[in-house]
């Protein structure tokens, strides 16, 4: 999440708040509530971090980001021009008034450009839905999913782009919103240019004049070389090329770091004995407790095969609490996880190899290193890791 992006929408938020509380001349002391309310949830972002329950940080801000941004759109659509005339105006006041009247109009065109020009930094693609839910304004982000230069959609024309199987499920759920279903996560296939196409589409609600608004974000889903799971926390992972691209720059910088190889050796049975959904259940679970322990400031975490990853740790505590955890078997390395009532515990082997920054091996050659270290793991029936150089 763009970090300006954030600032930008307090700055905004701020403004809209100030004069719409001066045109109308009383304090609206519920939007600087909401704005002093996140700006304590993004200080506990950047100054307690540990405070954060359940996800991390970077999901935090994420999330954080879309709630400012609908808060600033509720605040903006909030903003109305408001003039008290008296019965004794004189022309002197109707010229001072109009010329209010075009100051006003001018600061608020200039702060909706502003606004729409700061919801084109965003990555994601946004799409608002009218109030009848019948149709949407897109921004130029979905232009690009589906190759289009369609900026309003009516909601026909939107289902004729959706796959025929997809079509039912995306009707139901958009039938379903409400104030008791405030928010919806679905995975479905459109149309570009004759080909089907993943996306992933996360909205939630708010009420204005008592009427439901629905915002949502869209983007594509990379199929790669193994099949998606349909688990967010899976499919994200970048791949094996993006870990050479990160290795790449990483051997640039004048800090030791490690590559650690992990095999998730027990997923296949678990596959065989209660579903590939569990199994890919599991796995997502043991990567978000990996992040979190081990990779929580930094998306250092790469899918190499469906039950092989890449863990790049840069900082040396961290490392020393891998260590530590390798060298014990405790449970922050063989993690016992509860799926729908099956506990199960997964049980990795790692490679471990250390990157100095006067080393002399290639790029290809540390990869070979780490997984060299792996292999043995593996074959080691005494313990579950190996470490090059020990």
Same mark, same amino acid.
């Given at each position: 999440?763009?970090?300006?992006?954030?600032?930008?929408?307090?700055?905004?938020?701020?403004?809209?708040?100030? =004069?719409?509380?001066?045109?109308?001349r009383k304090w609206r002391i519920w939007k600087f509530l909401l704005l002093l309310f996140m700006g304590i949830s993004y200080?506990?972002?950047?100054?307690?971090?540990?405070?954060?329950?359940?996800?991390?940080?970077?999901?935090?801000?994420?999330?954080?980001?879309?709630?400012?941004?609908?808060?600033?759109?509720?605040?903006?659509?909030?903003?109305?021009?408001? !003039?008290?005339?008296?019965?004794?105006?004189?022309?002197?006041?109707?010229?001072?008034?109009?010329?209010?009247?075009?100051?006003?109009?001018?600061?608020?065109?200039? =702060?909706?450009?502003?606004?729409?020009?700061?919801?084109?930094?965003?990555?994601?693609?946004?799409?608002?839905?009218?109030?009848?839910l019948d149709g949407f304004f897109v921004t130029e982000q979905f232009q690009k999913i589906i190759d289009t230069k369609q900026?309003?959609?009516?909601?026909?024309?939107? !289902?004729?782009?959706?796959?025929?199987?997809?079509?039912?499920?995306?009707?139901?759920?958009?039938?379903?919103?409400?104030?008791?279903?405030?928010?919806?996560? =679905?995975?479905?296939?459109?149309?570009?240019?004759?080909?089907?196409?993943?996306?992933?589409?996360?909205?939630? !609600?708010?009420?204005?004049?008592?009427?439901?608004?629905?915002?949502?974000?869209?983007?594509?889903?990379?199929?790669?070389?193994?099949?998606?799971?349909?688990?967010?926390?899976?499919?994200?992972?970048?791949?094996?090329?993006? =870990?050479?691209?990160?290795?790449?720059?990483?051997?640039?910088?004048p800090e030791a770091f490690y590559l650690v190889m992990i095999h998730l050796t027990n997923i296949p049975e678990i596959n065989?004995?209660?579903?590939?959904?569990?199994?890919?259940?599991?796995?997502?679970?043991?990567?978000?407790?990996?992040?979190?322990?081990?990779?929580?400031?930094?998306?250092?975490?790469?899918?190499?095969?469906?039950?092989?990853?890449?863990?790049?740790?840069?900082?040396?505590?961290?490392?020393?609490?891998?260590?530590?955890?390798?060298?014990?078997?405790?449970?922050?390395?063989?993690?016992?996880?509860?799926?729908?009532?099956?506990?199960?515990?997964?049980?990795?082997?790692?490679?471990?190899?250390?990157?100095?920054?006067?080393?002399?091996?290639?790029?290809?050659?540390?990869?070979?290193?780490?997984?060299?270290?792996?292999?043995?793991?593996?074959?080691?029936?005494?313990?579950?890791?190996?470490?090059?150089?020990?």
């Open positions: 999440m763009n970090i300006y992006l954030i600032y930008a929408s307090f700055g905004i938020g701020a403004i809209l708040a100030i =004069l719409s509380s001066i045109l109308y200080g506990i972002y950047l100054f307690k971090p540990e405070w954060i329950p359940v996800v991390t940080a970077e999901e935090f801000l994420e999330v954080f980001g879309y709630i400012l941004y609908a808060i600033v759109v509720l605040i903006a659509m909030g903003f109305k021009s408001k !003039i008290k005339i008296t019965q004794n105006l004189t022309d002197y006041d109707f010229f001072e008034m109009e010329k209010e009247l075009d100051e006003i109009k001018s600061d608020s065109e200039l =702060l909706r450009l502003r606004y729409i020009s700061t919801i084109g930094l965003v990555n994601d693609a946004l799409l608002f839905y009218n109030d009848e900026t309003e959609f009516t909601m026909d024309e939107y !289902i004729a782009l959706i796959h025929v199987d997809d079509r039912n499920q995306y009707l139901s759920t958009i039938k379903k919103i409400n104030k008791k279903t405030p928010a919806f996560d =679905l995975k479905y296939r459109l149309n570009r240019n004759g080909v089907f196409v993943w996306v992933e589409e996360r909205a939630k !609600i708010f009420e204005y004049d008592k009427k439901i608004q629905v915002i949502s974000i869209i983007h594509g889903i990379d199929i790669k070389l193994f099949p998606d799971t349909m688990i967010h926390e899976i499919d994200s992972l970048p791949s094996e090329q993006h =870990l050479v691209q990160f290795l790449t720059q990483a051997s640039k910088e065989q004995r209660f579903g590939r959904d569990v199994g890919n259940l599991m796995i997502a679970e043991y990567i978000r407790k990996m992040r979190y322990h081990f990779a929580k400031d930094l998306n250092s975490i790469f899918r190499i095969t469906g039950i092989q990853f890449a863990l790049i740790i840069k900082e040396q505590k961290k490392y020393d609490v891998l260590l530590r955890a390798l060298q014990s078997g405790g449970d922050l390395i063989n993690l016992a996880i509860n799926i729908g009532g099956i506990q199960q515990v997964v049980y990795p082997k790692l490679g471990v190899v250390k990157h100095e920054p006067w080393s002399t091996y290639s790029l290809n050659e540390f990869i070979g290193l780490a997984t060299k270290s792996l292999d043995e793991a593996i074959r080691n029936t005494k313990r579950n890791y190996s470490i090059f150089g020990e």
